[in-house]
Nanobody
């Protein structure tokens, strides 16, 4: 069974930093593009950052220069380093895997669109 588990959220003052982690557990053969999304109360879920299996990254404009997405393929982990946090960054942050190939029995299986349970980030002014 494949699971995504986020950690690292919390309460921080404006200008502070947090580092989110997302561990993909299971018998993983390949992780494709990974991403972080966030959802603030009353808002739609928005894409924050993506990273391909080759390490190419992209960011939404509001976090460029402040957030950095990275991954450790050996550990099946993706990170989101968040610096210079602002109150408007307050949201539940979700990890997403576009496609995962994993071992099932004696063969391989591929699934799409996996999500973690989310981790709360609160930035006080």
């Amino acid at each position: 069974q494949v699971q995504l588990v986020e950690s690292g959220g919390g309460l921080v003052q404006a200008g502070g930093s947090l580092r989110l982690s997302c561990v993909v557990s299971g018998r993983i053969a390949r992780l494709n593009t990974m991403a972080w999304y966030r959802q603030a109360p009353g808002n739609q879920r928005e894409l924050v950052a993506t990273i391909t299996s080759g390490g190419s990254t992209s960011y939404t404009d509001s976090v460029k220069g402040r957030f950095t997405i990275s991954r450790d393929n050996a550990q099946n982990t993706v990170y989101l380093q968040m610096n210079s946090l602002k109150p408007e960054d307050t949201a539940v942050y979700y990890c997403n895997a576009d496609q995962i190939t994993y071992y099932r029995g004696f063969g391989l299986a591929t699934g799409r669109d996996f999500w973690g349970q989310g981790t709360q980030v609160t930035v006080s002014s």
